[in-house]
T-cell receptor, first 113, second 114 residues
Framework: QQQVKQSPQSLIVQKGGISIINCAYE??????FPWYQQFPGKGPALLIA?????SEKKEGRFTISFNKSAKQFSLHIMDSQPGDSATYFC????????????FGKGTKLTVNP | DVKVTQSSRYLVKRTGEKVFLECVQD?????MFWYRQDPGLGLRLIYF???????EKGDIPEGYSVSREKKERFSLILESASTNQTSMYLC?????????????FGPGTRLTVT
């Protein structure tokens, strides 16, 4: 019940296309859903996050869509660029102060020029 | 700018050696974390500390211990390194509160146990 299931494991997109990564969870106590981006040789860095009181959050070309009833959330990257090539992790956590995140297994995105 | 630093980028150790991985953060964060990252398995939490001298087991604590004597420093200890502990180790830190604080990650230590 603590898992976050992420798909696909890898994704290849042409420059200018839309990249979509999906995550699903079981624990209804989760109430914070961040996405982290990791470039080779670097640690992950927060990209965008959402709470379940909204269904969508947009920051530039990056959008999180959240479906509370389906217990799913997804990351959309519009106008994908070669510089977006990285590994993306979805995650979830619960209120309570521990700040522990449960991570998905990651999606390696390659954007071809 | 938040900075989380890890003592080594690359480390090669022999089976049975005691290994120390050090992590330092400069943002006065209450929480610190140690993760292990393996291909296809994502980030798995080894240990978590929410205060000095306080620790909590994560999902895969077996074979590891931790130490937090100062707020800014969190050490991961492999008491007797084994080949299955060859991995990328990531340290992170965050503020403590009601949930939803960003975790800041260090660059990672790639440990090879031979």
């Amino acid at each position: 019940q603590q898992q976050v299931k992420q798909s696909p494991q890898s994704l290849i997109v042409q420059k200018g296309g839309i990249s979509i990564i999906n995550c699903a969870y079981e624990n209804t106590a989760f109430d914070y859903f961040p996405w982290y981006q990791q470039f080779p040789g670097k640690g992950p860095a927060l990209l965008i996050a959402i709470r379940p009181d909204v269904s969508e959050k947009k920051e530039g070309r990056f959008t999180i869509s959240f479906n509370k009833s389906a217990k799913q959330f997804s990351l959309h990257i519009m106008d994908s660029q070669p510089g977006d090539s990285a590994t993306y992790f979805c995650a979830a956590s619960t209120q309570g102060g521990s700040e522990k995140l449960v991570f998905g297994k990651g999606t390696k995105l390659t954007v071809n020029p | 700018d938040v900075k989380v630093t890890q003592s080594s980028r690359y480390l090669v150790k022999r089976t049975g050696e005691k290994v120390f991985l050090e992590c330092v953060q400069d943002m006065d964060h209450e929480n610190m974390f140690w993760y292990r990252q393996d291909p296809g398995l994502g980030l798995r939490l080894i240990y978590f500390s929410y205060d000095v001298k306080m620790k909590e087991k994560g999902d895969i604590p077996e074979g590891y211990s931790v130490s937090r004597e100062k707020k800014e420093r969190f050490s991961l200890i492999l008491e007797s390194a084994s080949t299955n502990q060859t991995s990328m180790y990531l340290c992170a830190s965050s503020f403590s509160g009601t949930g939803g604080y960003e975790q800041y990650f260090g660059p990672g230590t790639r440990l090879t146990v031979t």
